[in-house]
């Protein structure tokens, strides 16, 4: 699953390996990106700003249903699935920025905010870790290793650099 650039929005694609076979997943005229696929690969988690702002929804891969996940003010972008259905995800809001989880059960948690920019969670395998970029200044960002427990840790992996941070 990838973004594709269409004009002046993004949509979703799917790219089956074996027969090369390229479709488009969404074709609203909104922006989708930032997809990921679910635990189970039935569907993809996906930012949207069809809403007037970012949000995050998901759309299965057999019917097309889309479904909105949250709904809160500011804009939602990098979702990252876990191996247990947790969806990681930068929110911005103003000079604000958090990491946050929306459980299975629908619940938000907010693991880590900051006045930084922050960008890209992955999960660790096992989902007990979650990686991150935070910007430190226009031209540095640093690495950041979060453990999610009581008490939560966060760890810096890398010092002040000129990272590109992605997943």
């Known amino acids: 699953v ?11 694609w799917l790219l089956t390996l ?3 076979e390229q479709r ?12 990921d696929f679910t635990a189970d690969g039935r569907a993809v988690v996906f930012a949207s700003d069809r809403t007037g702002h970012y949000c995050l929804w998901s759309i299965t891969l057999d019917g097309g249903v889309e479904t909105q996940l949250t709904e809160e003010t500011g804009t939602a972008s990098s979702p990252a699935v876990s191996e247990y259905g ?3 995800y930068v929110l911005a809001r103003g000079h604000e920025w958090s990491i ?4 299975s059960d629908g619940a938000i948690s907010v693991l880590h905010s900051s006045v930084s920019r922050l960008a890209a969670p992955t999960w660790r395998p096992g989902g007990g870790a979650l ?6 200044s226009a031209q540095t960002s640093r690495l950041q290793l979060l453990l999610p427990g009581e008490p939560r840790v966060l760890k810096s992996l890398s010092r002040s650099e000129d990272l590109f941070v992605t997943r």
Do not use: H, K, M, N
């Open 2 to 12: 990838y973004q594709r650039r269409s004009g002046d929005q993004w949509d979703l």
């Open 18 to 20: 074996s027969t090369r």
């Open 24 to 35: 488009p997943l969404t074709t609203s005229s909104s922006d989708e990106r930032d997809p």
């Open 86 to 88: 947790q969806v990681a």
């Open 100 to 103: 946050r989880v929306l459980g």
């Open 131 to 136: 990686i991150f970029g935070e910007q430190d």
